[in-house]
């Protein structure tokens, strides 16, 4: 059979791009893999974070993709190389906490998480319209349940208040209105096991904290609700961050109150609990989860006006709870659960 040459050029052109598309164009990508190194300090959040990716969606696709690379409780190892998690998922969507053309593309300065944070870009506009007000348990004069971890001392107000620091920076992230209630211009967010205690926290905007209870709490409940007069009609939250202290051989989950009066607190707490339990299930299939929903007359739930939910974060006197919270990974990972929690409060909740 006759075939001519501009037939055989033909076929040699469409084979040439067929190996160019199959094997040089793969190599090419592959050459891009999305490996990073760790530099002396970093957790996952600050990776993540400084590579363009939200901890609150990524934290556990990082875990999952780098976990025999990963030091003791989860910790990066300085000039290692990790893996970041594709921003993309199966079907070549970007995931929403990701893709720009959900958030407003700016970035905020905020002093009050610290030198390492202090810049929050806003990745999505999520839970625009929402306000919340942090309150981290104790503070000034009163360090709240104090435990012990490795000989070191541990005080309720400096964990709550980390753990506080990372929620509210998550929900700026996601668009929200957030005030800090309890507040320390100097702390910032931690990456450190032991938290050294101070007492110079101030209730907002810069209120000295009383020692008296009853006054601290009044002090609490009062700025909460000076703040929710002028938010009034938008969508209000307050949040309570808290460590019990309980008997040592007590060990108990993440769980929550809220008022008795309240329907929809005791929803928001249910899908908080709901969240923790499946982000359990997915990342420690065998270890179960326990956090409970209840109703509890508690003064500040009692009187401040904003949907009230109050979070015990674990028992200060035992020595697993106390390791949940020392170790910043997991203070992070407690926030990003919290804030999936409420992201989905804000939709299902108003």
């Not at 050029?9 to 893999?33: C, D, E, H």
């Not at 970035?107 to 810049?119: E, K, P, Q, S, V």
Request: glycine share 8%; charged share 25%.
């Amino acid at each position: 059979m006759f075939v001519s040459n501009l037939h055989i050029k033909s076929v040699i052109k469409i084979i040439l791009i067929f190996f160019l598309v199959t094997f040089l164009l793969p190599v090419n990508s592959w050459s891009q893999s999305k490996e990073v190194v760790a530099l002396k300090g970093d957790g996952i959040y600050r990776l993540l974070t400084r590579h363009g990716l939200s901890s609150v969606e990524y934290m556990d696709d990082f875990i999952a993709l780098n976990k025999s690379s990963l030091g003791r409780n989860n910790s990066l190892l300085a000039g290692v190389k990790y893996k970041l998690p594709d921003s993309e998922d199966s079907s070549g969507m970007t995931k929403s906490a990701a893709a720009p053309s959900k958030g407003t593309g700016k970035i905020m300065h905020y002093n009050i998480f610290g030198n390492n944070y202090a810049d929050v870009e806003i990745e999505s506009n999520d839970l625009k319209g929402a306000v919340y007000y942090i309150v981290g348990g104790h503070g000034g004069p009163d360090p709240g349940a104090v435990g012990k971890y490795n000989g070191q001392i541990v005080c309720e107000d400096e964990y709550a208040y980390d753990v506080s620091l990372r929620l509210a920076r998550n929900l700026i992230a996601q668009g929200a209105t957030v005030y800090l209630i309890t507040r320390d211009k100097n702390d910032g967010i931690r990456d450190a096991l032991n938290l050294k205690a101070d007492k110079d926290e101030v209730c907002y905007p810069n209120l000295t904290i009383p020692l008296n209870q009853t006054r601290r709490l009044r002090q609490r409940t009062d700025a909460v609700n000076q703040l929710y007069k002028k938010h009034k009609g938008s969508f209000q939250r307050m949040i309570a961050l808290h460590i019990d202290s309980r008997s040592k051989r007590e060990n108990i989950d993440i769980f929550f109150y809220h008022d008795r009066r309240s329907k929809t607190g005791e929803k928001a707490s249910e899908i908080l609990r709901n969240t923790i339990e499946a982000k359990y299930r997915e990342n420690q299939p065998s270890r179960g989860y326990t956090g409970t929903v209840s109703s509890r007359n508690l003064y500040i739930v009692r009187n401040t006006w904003p949907t009230a939910i109050f979070i015990e974060l674990g028992n200060m006197n035992h020595q697993r709870d106390v390791k949940r919270l020392v170790i910043p990974n997991n203070r992070q990972a407690v926030a990003n659960w919290l804030t999936l929690g409420l992201k989905t409060d804000f939709k299902t909740n108003k």
